[in-house]
């Protein structure tokens, strides 16, 4: 799966959004490229643990609570917006 995961994650650049991040799975995985992620998950405990997982990882992460559907963000905001299952 880490493989498949990577390709989604290929090409992209500077700031990305993730919604509904799980434990935080997808964060090792971004290329370099990436400065940021901000990351979105609602369930607490899996806040957490993705919390301690950026905590692991290179890249610049801010994990934060709520659903998508209140996140507000300006337009052009981010690079990118992934989401995976
Ligand atoms: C199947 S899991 C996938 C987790 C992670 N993206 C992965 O691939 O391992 C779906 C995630 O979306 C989150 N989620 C569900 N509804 C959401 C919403 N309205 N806004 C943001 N995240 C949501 C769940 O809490 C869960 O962590």
Known sequence: MAEHRRALLAGLTGTVL???????????LCPATVTRVVAVEPE????GLARTTATQTPVLIEVIGGPAECLSAADGAVDAVVASQ
């Open 18 to 28: 993730e919604i509904g991040a799980g434990n935080g799975l997808d964060f090792g």
């Open 44 to 47: 607490p405990r899996l806040r």
